[in-house]
Protein backbone atom coordinates (compact mmCIF):
# COMPACT_ATOMS: atom_id res chain seq x y z
CA UNK A 1 0.00 0.00 0.00
CA UNK A 2 1.19 3.68 -0.86
CA UNK A 3 -0.66 5.04 2.16
CA UNK A 4 0.55 3.17 5.24
CA UNK A 5 -1.67 3.46 8.48
CA UNK A 6 -1.29 3.13 11.98
CA UNK A 7 -2.69 3.30 15.45
CA UNK A 8 -1.26 3.09 18.68
CA UNK A 9 -1.35 5.12 22.04
CA UNK A 10 -4.31 7.38 20.79
CA UNK A 11 -1.86 8.40 17.51
CA UNK A 12 -3.31 7.55 14.12
CA UNK A 13 -0.36 7.80 11.91
CA UNK A 14 -0.62 8.48 8.33
CA UNK A 15 2.32 7.55 6.29
CA UNK A 16 3.51 8.33 2.53
CA UNK A 17 5.39 5.11 1.35
CA UNK A 18 5.79 5.37 -2.19
CA UNK A 19 9.52 6.15 -2.30
CA UNK A 20 9.88 5.50 -6.12
CA UNK A 21 7.58 8.17 -7.18
CA UNK A 22 8.83 10.76 -4.19
CA UNK A 23 5.50 10.16 -2.88
CA UNK A 24 3.38 11.30 -5.81
CA UNK A 25 -0.49 11.37 -5.10
CA UNK A 26 -3.09 9.14 -6.92
CA UNK A 27 -6.54 9.25 -6.94
CA UNK A 28 -6.89 5.74 -5.17
CA UNK A 29 -4.39 7.40 -2.23
CA UNK A 30 -6.42 10.71 -2.06
CA UNK A 31 -9.18 8.29 -1.43
CA UNK A 32 -7.46 6.11 1.06
CA UNK A 33 -6.83 9.39 2.86
CA UNK A 34 -10.25 10.53 2.76
CA UNK A 35 -11.49 7.49 4.26
CA UNK A 36 -8.91 7.24 7.10
CA UNK A 37 -10.05 10.80 8.01
CA UNK A 38 -13.54 10.17 8.27
CA UNK A 39 -12.83 6.86 10.05
CA UNK A 40 -10.42 8.79 12.47
CA UNK A 41 -13.64 11.73 13.02
CA UNK A 42 -15.51 8.84 14.60
CA UNK A 43 -12.72 6.36 16.50
CA UNK A 44 -12.56 7.08 19.98
CA UNK A 45 -9.35 5.23 20.35
CA UNK A 46 -7.78 8.63 17.77
CA UNK A 47 -6.45 11.18 19.90
CA UNK A 48 -4.43 12.89 17.55
CA UNK A 49 -3.07 12.51 13.43
CA UNK A 50 0.53 12.51 12.36
CA UNK A 51 1.33 12.85 8.65
CA UNK A 52 4.80 11.70 7.64
CA UNK A 53 6.75 10.80 4.69
CA UNK A 54 10.41 9.69 3.77
CA UNK A 55 13.45 11.32 4.33
CA UNK A 56 14.07 12.83 1.19
CA UNK A 57 10.35 12.86 -0.39
CA UNK A 58 7.20 13.86 2.04
CA UNK A 59 5.27 14.30 -0.92
CA UNK A 60 5.57 15.40 -4.87
CA UNK A 61 2.13 16.74 -5.20
CA UNK A 62 -0.55 14.72 -7.17
CA UNK A 63 1.16 11.99 -9.03
CA UNK A 64 0.68 13.51 -12.92
CA UNK A 65 0.32 10.21 -14.62
CA UNK A 66 -2.56 9.73 -12.76
CA UNK A 67 -4.10 13.20 -12.95
CA UNK A 68 -3.79 13.08 -16.65
CA UNK A 69 -5.78 9.65 -16.59
CA UNK A 70 -8.26 10.95 -14.46
CA UNK A 71 -8.07 14.48 -13.81
CA UNK A 72 -10.76 15.47 -11.05
CA UNK A 73 -14.40 17.14 -12.64
CA UNK A 74 -16.48 17.01 -9.18
CA UNK A 75 -16.50 17.85 -5.88
CA UNK A 76 -16.61 14.34 -4.84
CA UNK A 77 -13.02 13.26 -6.47
CA UNK A 78 -11.07 11.39 -4.08
CA UNK A 79 -8.88 15.05 -4.00
CA UNK A 80 -11.76 16.75 -2.70
CA UNK A 81 -13.10 14.21 -0.56
CA UNK A 82 -9.46 14.24 1.59
CA UNK A 83 -9.46 18.25 1.45
CA UNK A 84 -12.84 18.08 3.07
CA UNK A 85 -12.01 16.01 5.15
CA UNK A 86 -8.57 17.07 6.30
CA UNK A 87 -9.72 21.24 6.47
CA UNK A 88 -12.99 19.73 9.38
CA UNK A 89 -11.37 17.57 11.05
CA UNK A 90 -11.81 18.12 14.80
CA UNK A 91 -8.69 16.24 15.68
CA UNK A 92 -5.15 17.71 15.99
CA UNK A 93 -3.08 16.95 12.98
CA UNK A 94 0.69 17.53 13.13
CA UNK A 95 2.47 16.84 10.39
CA UNK A 96 6.52 16.10 10.31
CA UNK A 97 8.11 17.15 6.77
CA UNK A 98 11.36 15.93 5.49
CA UNK A 99 12.42 16.41 1.71
CA UNK A 100 10.72 17.76 -1.33
CA UNK A 101 6.85 19.16 -0.72
CA UNK A 102 5.60 20.08 -3.82
CA UNK A 103 1.78 21.11 -4.74
CA UNK A 104 -0.71 19.44 -2.42
CA UNK A 105 2.67 18.52 -0.44
CA UNK A 106 2.72 21.61 0.90
CA UNK A 107 -1.19 22.99 0.54
CA UNK A 108 -2.12 20.20 2.90
CA UNK A 109 -0.12 21.36 5.69
CA UNK A 110 -2.32 24.64 6.01
CA UNK A 111 -4.80 22.62 7.38
CA UNK A 112 -2.66 20.64 9.68
CA UNK A 113 -2.27 22.43 13.53
CA UNK A 114 1.33 21.71 14.08
CA UNK A 115 3.72 21.47 11.48
CA UNK A 116 7.70 20.71 12.26
CA UNK A 117 10.08 20.52 8.99
CA UNK A 118 13.35 18.84 8.73
CA UNK A 119 16.06 21.33 7.25
CA UNK A 120 16.42 19.63 4.39
CA UNK A 121 12.59 20.19 3.32
CA UNK A 122 11.91 22.49 0.53
CA UNK A 123 9.18 23.43 -0.43
CA UNK A 124 7.28 24.57 -3.47
CA UNK A 125 3.48 25.43 -5.42
CA UNK A 126 4.14 25.58 -8.73
CA UNK A 127 0.78 25.94 -10.09
CA UNK A 128 1.12 28.67 -12.14
CA UNK A 129 4.26 27.83 -13.80
CA UNK A 130 2.22 24.06 -14.71
CA UNK A 131 -0.89 26.09 -15.95
CA UNK A 132 -2.91 25.01 -13.08
CA UNK A 133 -4.27 27.04 -9.97
CA UNK A 134 -3.92 26.60 -6.55
CA UNK A 135 -5.86 24.54 -4.23
CA UNK A 136 -7.05 23.27 -0.95
CA UNK A 137 -8.22 27.09 -0.63
CA UNK A 138 -4.38 27.36 -0.09
CA UNK A 139 -4.89 31.27 -2.17
CA UNK A 140 -7.18 31.93 1.23
CA UNK A 141 -5.28 30.50 3.66
CA UNK A 142 -1.76 31.15 2.99
CA UNK A 143 -2.40 34.82 3.09
CA UNK A 144 -3.98 34.62 6.06
CA UNK A 145 -1.06 32.88 7.86
CA UNK A 146 1.81 34.11 6.04
CA UNK A 147 0.78 37.84 4.88
CA UNK A 148 -0.75 38.68 1.02
CA UNK A 149 3.17 39.87 -0.11
CA UNK A 150 4.51 36.71 0.65
CA UNK A 151 1.87 34.68 0.07
CA UNK A 152 1.45 36.30 -3.94
CA UNK A 153 5.22 35.25 -4.14
CA UNK A 154 5.11 32.12 -3.74
CA UNK A 155 1.86 31.37 -5.07
CA UNK A 156 2.24 33.39 -8.39
CA UNK A 157 5.71 32.46 -9.24
CA UNK A 158 5.43 29.10 -8.12
CA UNK A 159 9.38 29.30 -6.56
CA UNK A 160 10.83 26.86 -4.39
CA UNK A 161 11.63 27.89 -0.73
CA UNK A 162 13.38 26.21 2.15
CA UNK A 163 12.45 25.06 6.11
CA UNK A 164 14.04 28.53 7.70
CA UNK A 165 11.78 30.55 5.01
CA UNK A 166 8.56 28.23 5.77
CA UNK A 167 9.02 28.69 9.44
CA UNK A 168 9.76 32.47 9.20
CA UNK A 169 6.46 32.81 7.01
CA UNK A 170 4.27 30.70 9.88
CA UNK A 171 3.89 27.19 7.30
CA UNK A 172 6.14 25.44 9.82
CA UNK A 173 6.16 25.73 13.62
CA UNK A 174 9.90 24.61 13.73
CA UNK A 175 13.00 23.47 12.00
CA UNK A 176 14.87 20.53 13.15
CA UNK A 177 18.05 17.90 12.06
CA UNK A 178 16.48 15.47 10.07
CA UNK A 179 17.17 12.63 12.65
CA UNK A 180 15.72 14.97 15.14
CA UNK A 181 12.42 15.40 13.21
CA UNK A 182 10.09 12.42 13.23
CA UNK A 183 11.14 11.30 17.10
CA UNK A 184 9.75 14.74 18.05
CA UNK A 185 6.87 15.35 15.88
CA UNK A 186 6.05 11.78 17.48
CA UNK A 187 6.58 13.55 20.88
CA UNK A 188 4.05 16.40 20.55
CA UNK A 189 1.51 13.89 19.26
CA UNK A 190 2.08 12.20 21.95
CA UNK A 191 1.41 15.57 24.27
CA UNK A 192 -1.38 16.06 22.23
CA UNK A 193 -2.92 12.69 22.62
CA UNK A 194 -2.46 12.71 26.23
CA UNK A 195 -4.91 16.01 26.92
CA UNK A 196 -8.31 15.72 27.84
CA UNK A 197 -9.96 15.46 24.44
CA UNK A 198 -13.08 17.62 24.61
CA UNK A 199 -10.69 20.45 25.76
CA UNK A 200 -8.42 19.85 22.57
CA UNK A 201 -11.26 19.59 20.14
CA UNK A 202 -13.11 22.63 21.31
CA UNK A 203 -10.44 24.97 21.72
CA UNK A 204 -9.72 23.97 17.94
CA UNK A 205 -12.78 24.56 17.29
CA UNK A 206 -12.66 27.93 18.25
CA UNK A 207 -9.66 29.13 16.70
CA UNK A 208 -10.73 27.69 13.10
CA UNK A 209 -14.80 28.81 13.18
CA UNK A 210 -14.38 32.13 11.72
CA UNK A 211 -12.50 30.27 9.06
CA UNK A 212 -14.62 27.51 8.36
CA UNK A 213 -17.13 28.62 5.79
CA UNK A 214 -14.60 30.68 4.27
CA UNK A 215 -12.50 28.09 3.57
CA UNK A 216 -15.72 25.61 1.99
CA UNK A 217 -16.45 28.42 0.07
CA UNK A 218 -12.67 28.61 -1.68
CA UNK A 219 -12.39 25.36 -2.04
CA UNK A 220 -16.04 25.16 -3.98
CA UNK A 221 -14.26 28.28 -6.26
CA UNK A 222 -11.03 25.77 -6.41
CA UNK A 223 -13.10 22.96 -7.65
CA UNK A 224 -14.67 25.05 -10.18
CA UNK A 225 -11.23 26.88 -11.56
CA UNK A 226 -9.57 23.42 -11.11
CA UNK A 227 -11.61 21.82 -13.09
CA UNK A 228 -11.38 24.12 -16.25
CA UNK A 229 -7.84 24.75 -16.25
CA UNK A 230 -7.34 21.01 -15.72
CA UNK A 231 -8.94 20.33 -18.78
CA UNK A 232 -6.56 22.56 -20.69
CA UNK A 233 -3.14 21.20 -19.17
CA UNK A 234 -4.18 17.80 -19.65
CA UNK A 235 -3.94 18.47 -23.16
CA UNK A 236 -0.55 20.53 -23.03
CA UNK A 237 1.06 17.79 -21.07
CA UNK A 238 -0.32 15.19 -23.13
CA UNK A 239 0.85 16.74 -25.87
CA UNK A 240 4.07 17.10 -24.74
CA UNK A 241 5.05 13.80 -23.44
CA UNK A 242 4.18 12.53 -27.07
CA UNK A 243 7.05 14.68 -28.08
CA UNK A 244 9.27 13.44 -25.63
CA UNK A 245 8.20 10.17 -26.66
CA UNK A 246 9.10 10.30 -29.95
CA UNK A 247 12.29 11.74 -29.51
CA UNK A 248 13.49 9.40 -27.19
CA UNK A 249 12.37 6.48 -29.35
CA UNK A 250 14.24 8.29 -32.10
CA UNK A 251 17.70 8.86 -30.64
CA UNK A 252 17.99 6.41 -27.50
CA UNK A 253 21.45 6.63 -27.53
CA UNK A 254 21.63 10.92 -27.63
CA UNK A 255 19.39 11.72 -24.67
CA UNK A 256 17.63 15.18 -25.27
CA UNK A 257 17.42 17.57 -22.25
CA UNK A 258 14.47 19.25 -24.19
CA UNK A 259 11.15 18.77 -26.20
CA UNK A 260 11.48 19.21 -29.74
CA UNK A 261 9.99 22.46 -30.48
CA UNK A 262 6.61 23.07 -32.89
CA UNK A 263 4.17 26.31 -32.91
CA UNK A 264 0.76 24.21 -32.04
CA UNK A 265 -1.20 26.17 -29.65
CA UNK A 266 -1.09 22.98 -27.46
CA UNK A 267 2.89 23.61 -26.58
CA UNK A 268 1.99 26.63 -24.69
CA UNK A 269 3.81 25.63 -21.50
CA UNK A 270 7.31 25.61 -20.91
CA UNK A 271 8.93 22.68 -22.85
CA UNK A 272 11.63 22.83 -20.41
CA UNK A 273 9.49 23.27 -17.20
CA UNK A 274 7.75 20.06 -18.54
CA UNK A 275 10.70 18.58 -18.88
CA UNK A 276 11.90 18.85 -15.52
CA UNK A 277 8.62 17.91 -14.01
CA UNK A 278 8.86 14.61 -15.58
CA UNK A 279 11.89 14.00 -14.83
CA UNK A 280 11.80 14.62 -11.16
CA UNK A 281 8.04 12.31 -10.92
CA UNK A 282 10.70 9.69 -12.98
CA UNK A 283 7.23 9.51 -15.14
CA UNK A 284 9.40 8.87 -18.55
Not at 141 to 148: E, K, Q, S, T
Request: proline share 4%.
Amino acid sequence: MDIQLTKADGILTIHFDREDKKNAITAAMYQQLADALKEAETDNAVRAILFTGKPKSFSAGNDLEDFLKNPPKTQDAPVFQFLWQISHASKPIVAAVSGVAVGIGTTLLLHCDLVYAADNAKFSMPFTQLGLCPEAASSLLLPHIAGYQRAAEKLLLGEAFGADEACQMGVVNRVLPLEELLPYAQQQAAKLAALPAASVRVTKQLMKKNRVTATEQQMVADCDHVHGVAMESVNNFSHARKKKKYALEKSKLNYSNTVPRNNCKCCSLSDQLINQYLRFLGLF
